[in-house]
């Protein structure tokens, strides 16, 4: 049966508006992608749509669009993530700095440097990289590799505190940026591929302090318990590497939880909630409200963690409050975000693991090439393989035109089992991959969420590891991994722009304005678990290195 596990009496009017008890800076967190002069968090603001108001950017005016400066990051290992902006400073993480820069010179104002052990880095599963921070009641506030989270002053760069949350040689890390939601700063570890036990970490944004844990795999005795045999659920993985959502009406927080470990299921029989889902918790407890498990036992490491983006929109002739979520496994799902009901799954890329969701239980119908693989057969191969049919790239949502922007993969694989034991701080996936690759890598796609119809459609050979970002004025930008910023109508598809950045695009762009002017910025440096592990010799030519680009219309 689907598990939505639900204390699920609906949130009432005494939830209203929970940011607001946290004074000015939640109202402003709230309202981040009404006020296009500041860019406060992941997603460019809380509901991850990825959607700016701005317009004087626009298929008429774009082929004025230039560089205005380039702000060098030192970088090689890869700058994949989003910068924020606050009063006309441009926050930017790597995976061992974080820089202030003056929004239109391009100057820095402050650096600050991490500094971490030299085995930190064997614990890092898919890219030494970092995807962002976010800004609240005058902090930056980050997550470090070696399992640390971090305030800093946003005048000065000094550091106002550091909590240790995690042991970064049980195979912890953290690579992926925080949301503050109601005074509390959320991150989530990495580390599935090392056993650990994943979970969301709720911290005091004044102090630093830990309030509350909430692990993504359950032990014996807790609800969700009897979904894993004996001890498994102790090191069996469950990431949640990409930042949450929140809905301050319904003073909720919707995050996505990783692969469950090792990867080979057959240690793990069950569902292994809460891996593969995304879970509804209140920021202030961590209390679970419900919860969705798109792959139950995981055998494709396919992971649950890519973005969700909120909305209301229509569903059956009935505008609801939905979550909208591309997962890894291939589907497109649309749930309501007040309670956890499925509303739709359509596959958006071509998909052979499972022939459908029931709509009914909302598990997947499990396909014959699956049923082989369960039963231990040779000769199998499914679609996607293991980087998804979209990695943790985030799409963008207009409500303009009521479509998703997805860069989406293609691929198919198989593997074979490795017997494998867990050891505390060792990699502990089991399985010895094959890939096979259609000649275009990888599409960009603007899809209905409700009916999976896809409006247009860009092929790519070597696909896109870049957010999307759009605008009211009708464009939607992302970046390609040969190097290519690149802009598009939003309702046609017709390119309208591009410029080569010199390394390969893996960040996430954002817009924002300033004394009337609109301005547009995104990171570029070639790195993450694609140019790493995957293998494309087509990359050879890509020159690492990292850089912050600000283009503005000139």
């Known amino acids: 049966m689907m598990r939505t596990f639900a204390r699920c009496a609906l949130i009432g009017a005494g939830m209203l508006s929970a940011a607001l008890a946290f004074g000015q800076t939640a109202q402003e967190l709230n309202n981040d992608h009404k006020t296009p002069g500041d860019v406060l968090t992941n997603g ?4 991850q749509q ?13 082929k ?16 994949e993530a989003q910068a924020t902006v606050r009063d006309g400073i441009i926050y930017m993480t790597t995976s061992r700095q974080t820089f202030a820069i003056d929004a239109i010179s391009g100057k820095q104002v402050w650096k600050n440097d991490l500094e971490f052990e030299n085995d930190v880095l064997r614990v890092v599963c898919c890219g030494i990289v970092n995807r962002g921070g976010a800004i609240a009641d005058g902090k930056f506030v980050r997550a470090t590799l070696d399992g640390q989270v971090q305030a800093l002053d946003l005048k000065t760069g000094k550091e106002v505190w550091k909590t240790k949350s995690v042991d970064y040689t049980d195979g912890f890390s953290y690579t992926g940026a925080p949301q503050v939601a109601n005074g509390v700063v959320l991150v989530s570890t990495s580390g599935a ?23 993504n795999t359950a032990l014996p005795g807790e609800p969700g318990g009897d979904t894993w045999p004996a001890d498994t659920a102790s090191h069996g993985g469950g990431s949640g590497w990409v930042t949450g959502s929140y809905d301050p009406d319904l003073d909720l927080i919707f995050w996505g939880t990783g692969n469950p470990a090792p990867w080979d299921p057959t240690s793990r029989p069950g569902d292994n909630l809460f891996t593969d889902s995304v879970v509804a918790i209140r920021p202030k407890t961590g209390e679970r409200i419900w919860t969705y498990q798109f792959t139950p036992n995981d055998p494709f490491d396919y992971d649950g963690i890519n973005e969700m983006v909120l909305a209301d929109h229509m569903v059956d002739g009935k505008m609801r409050k939905v979550l909208m979520h591309a997962d890894r496994n291939g589907f497109l799902y649309v749930i309501d975000r007040t309670n956890g009901e499925l509303l739709s799954a359509k596959p958006f890329v071509n998909v052979t693991w499972a022939d459908g969701v029931d709509m009914k239980t909302g598990r997947p119908i499990e396909s014959a090439e699956t049923k082989k693989l369960r039963a231990g057969l ?5 679609s996607p393989g293991a980087i998804g049919g979209k990695n943790w790239f985030p799409m963008s949502y207009s409500p303009i035109t009521k479509l998703l922007y ?7 694989w198989s593997y074979s089992p490795i017997k494998v034991e867990y050891k505390r701080g060792q990699r502990f996936v089991g399985i010895t991959p094959k890939w096979n690759f259609p000649e275009n890598r990888g599409t960009l796609k603007a899809i209905d969420p409700v009916s999976g119809k896809v409006h247009w459609a860009h092929d790519f050979k070597i696909p896109n590891w870049s957010g999307t970002m759009v605008t009211a004025g009708n464009v939607m930008f992302t970046g390609a991994q040969t190097g290519e910023f690149l802009a598009y109508d939003a309702t046609t598809g017709k390119k309208l722009w591009q410029f080569q950045t010199g390394s390969g695009v893996v960040g996430q762009p954002i817009t924002w304005e300033k004394d009337g002017k609109q301005y547009v910025t995104v990171a570029s440096g070639i790195g993450g678990v694609y140019s790493l592990r995957i293998g494309d010799e087509r990359l050879a030519n890509v020159p690492a290195g990292g850089a912050l680009w600000t283009f503005a219309l000139q």
């Open 44 to 47: 460019m603001g809380y509901n």
């Open 406 to 412: 997805i860069n989406t993969l293609n691929s198919a």
């Open 50 to 62: 990825r959607f700016s108001p701005l317009k004087q950017i626009n298929p008429g005016t774009i």
């Open 64 to 79: 004025r669009l230039a560089p205005l400066w380039a702000f060098s990051t030192n970088n090689v290992t890869g700058d």
């Open 378 to 382: 040779p000769g199998w191969e499914v």
């Open 193 to 215: 591929e090392y056993g650990i036990r994943g979970m969301i970490e709720g911290f005091d944004l004044t102090t630093g302090k830990s309030l509350w844990r909430h692990y």
